[in-house]
Structure formats: C-alpha cells, structure tokens
Nanobody, 114 residues
Framework: QVQLVESGGGLVQAGGSLRLSCAAS????????MSWYRQTPGKQREWVAS???????NYADSVKGRFTISRDNAKNTVYLQMDSLKPEDTAVYYC????????WGQGTQVTVSS
C-alpha cells in the first residue's frame, strides 16, 4: 500500500519562497518517478514537475527557472522548492508516485498574495 503525505503549503507574498515535501510509504520509492501537480477550482489538474528514480527532472514552462524538484531516497521524500512565487501559482499542490499505477497525496494549499 502506497501512501503519500504532502506538507509545507501556506500563505506567502509574491516574490517569496516555499518548500513542499511529500513523504511516501511503501516499497520501491527509489525507482519510482515522482511528480508534482497543482489544481485551482474549476480547472483541470496541471502538471508542474517530475523527477525520475535516477534524478532526471522536467518542468512545466510556467515554473521553469523558479521551481526545483528534488528527492531524498533515504527518506522516501520528494521536495518542490518554489522561489519567486507569483499569485498565479496559487493552487492546491499534489504529489504523485508512478509505479504500475498512479498514487496521489491529499494535497497542500499554496496561496500567493499580491
């Protein structure tokens, strides 16, 4: 059974930073691709960034150069460092583990005030 728990969300002013964490339980974390998504009310969930087991990363154009995804396999945790935040980054952020099927966390709210 895979469980994902996100943390680190909150309220921050534009230009500020936050670091999200996603702790995973279960096996095979180190070889699983981990991703961050975000969603605002009335919109589809949007992909933000991904990191493979060996550490290759990809980012959505909207966050490239501002967000950094990383992982600590010893702690079964993936991170999303978010810098230079903008009001349009406001959303519920979810992590996802890809292992045969997709597993989602419960989400953490990020609110960026202007």
């Amino acid at each position: 059974q895979v469980q994902l728990v996100e943390s680190g969300g909150g309220l921050v002013q534009a230009g500020g930073s936050l670091r999200l964490s996603c702790a995973a339980s279960g096996m095979f974390f180190s070889i699983s691709t981990m991703s961050w998504y975000r969603q605002t009310p009335g919109k589809q969930r949007e992909w933000v960034a991904s990191i493979t087991g060996p550490g290759s990363t990809n980012y959505a154009d909207s966050v490239k150069g501002r967000f950094t995804i990383s992982r600590d396999n010893a702690k079964n945790t993936v991170y999303l460092q978010m810098d230079s935040l903008k009001p349009e980054d406001t959303a519920v952020y979810y992590c996802r583990l890809d292992r045969v099927q997709y597993y989602w966390g419960q989400g953490t709210q990020v609110t960026v005030s202007s």
